[in-house]
């Protein structure tokens, strides 16, 4: 026998099921007047700096089909790169937002501002990132992944840098589908699945 | 919506999670899992600074029955039919260290199975005077509690005759995004966690037992509600002194 570590273990992660909805966006389910307003409306107040883009896209199963029921949180820093609590960071700008899948067409939308260069921590700037993190029905434990820009130098990103297989990285990057529109869709297993991170 | 705080701006590295503690994406036993598990293998990364931060939320955004199931839909005008429950824990990380000021949230089922959501059609009547949805801050010692109503098992469809186990979800913030965690609490002496593939999704019989909040006496309230308790573990950070990063970052 050795010493014993004083470390604690992981509570263990479980599906969200297919009505997280009532818990994290209760308006969705149709839950109105316990809160004031759904936590996470909004990645962005009025005035914040930057230039103002729209997301969409669907997540996809196995199948081709696109989730109707799952959930997605988004945390980013504000358009000079600083997180939200951090000094100097734009007031205006919550970094988080909650949004869900189309109950009908699994559709889902972001409208925030393009965030700027980020340290990673252990050297070197991030280019412009969004971090996800997806749960559903069916997902035992959250997904990590984050969207890129097509329009950005992502060449000298050091966390793309660290997908062996090249090709995977463009399953990270958002296309531009107009002016301050870009669309990310999210393959959760087959054909150009998307990375998913364990970070 | 969110509030300034201490542990804010901290970006000490998270300890990298350790999968073997949480169940596989993919189990075949939960059917639903088969078209939505990746089947490549996730890119293992150290943390950096966007999984190191996350949101935090200010005392301003919790209303007074926010953690209060029996009467938060109805604004204490009439209470939810059920077994009054109080559920409490703690909030710690893997080192031991308690989680302050971190949000909660659950959501559950009515004492007959029935949810409040547009597309659950179980015949189980919805209570008029519940919701099924409760939000907390843990204090300053990452304590929390929320007075509910026991929920029922109810069917779902996955084998010929599956039900799951009572049970309340909950989501935890900690302090930073890659914190992030949603799961499932249980209560003690359920014969239907061990015939539940959900619950049976993690493969470590200790982990799972972790689930199941234990019936707490000592907090129950004679004459008014029992208790169970339930704590929680997040990732950590990593201590060390001698990170080798560069001066500003």
């Known amino acids: 026998m050795v010493q014993k570590l004083d470390t604690l273990r992981e509570t263990p992660s479980q599906t969200a099921g297919p009505y997280v909805h009532i818990g994290c966006i209760p308006s969705f389910a149709g839950i109105e007047g316990v809160y004031p307003e759904d936590l996470g409306k909004r990645a962005i107040e009025e005035g914040a700096r930057g230039t103002p883009i729209t997301i969409t896209g669907q997540i996809l199963d196995g199948t081709g089909w696109a989730l109707r029921d799952a959930l997605i949180e988004s945390w980013q820093a504000d358009a000079a790169g600083i997180y939200p609590g951090q000094p100097g960071a734009d007031p205006k700008v919550n970094g988080f937002c909650r949004f869900a899948a189309d109950k009908e067409t699994g559709e889902f939308m972001l409208k925030t501002i393009k965030p700027g260069r980020v340290p990673s921590g252990w050297g070197g700037l991030q280019a412009p990132h969004i971090a996800l993190w997806i749960v559903a029905r069916g997902i035992n434990i959250g997904l990590q992944t984050r969207i890129y820009f097509e329009d950005e130098d992502n060449s000298e990103d050091p966390v793309l840098a660290r997908i062996e297989q090249r090709h995977r990285v463009d399953t990270l990057i958002a296309k531009r589908i107009g002016d301050g529109q870009y669309r990310f869709d999210i393959r959760l297993q087959g054909e150009n699945e998307t990375v998913f991170f364990d970070m | ?249």
């Open chain 2, 1 to 249: 919506m969110t509030a300034s705080h201490p542990n804010r701006a901290s970006t000490l590295p998270l300890i990298p999670r350790d999968r073997t503690a949480h169940p596989p994406a993919y189990d075949p036993d939960y059917k639903t899992t088969v078209t939505r598990s990746p089947r490549w293998p996730l890119i293992s990364v150290d943390s950096t600074t966007t999984e190191e931060t996350g949101p935090l939320f200010g005392h301003d955004l919790i209303g007074p029955l926010d953690n209060n199931l029996i009467l938060n839909y109805t604004g204490g005008k009439a209470a939810a039919v059920g077994e009054r429950i109080l559920v409490h824990g703690r909030v710690l990380d893997e080192n031991g260290r308690p989680v302050p000021n971190t949000l909660v949230e659950i959501w559950q089922a009515n004492a007959g199975g029935r949810y409040r959501h547009v597309k659950d059609t179980y015949f189980a009547p919805l209570d008029p005077n519940f919701g099924g949805c409760g939000r907390t801050l843990t204090d300053e010692n990452g304590y929390y509690q929320f007075l509910t109503i026991k929920p029922g098992a109810y069917p779902w469809p996955n084998r010929g005759n599956e039900w799951r186990p009572s049970h309340i979800h909950y989501s935890i913030f900690g302090h930073a995004f890659g914190q992030r965690l949603i799961s499932q609490m249980y209560f003690e002496g359920d014969p239907l966690i061990d015939r539940c593939p959900i619950a049976h999704t993690i493969k470590d019989r200790g982990q799972l037992d972790r689930l199941v909040a234990a019936l707490d006496m000592s907090a129950a309230r004679p004459m008014d509600f029992l208790a169970y308790k339930f704590d929680i573990v997040l990732r950590g950070r990593r201590q060390t002194m001698f990170e080798n990063r560069p001066e500003g970052l």
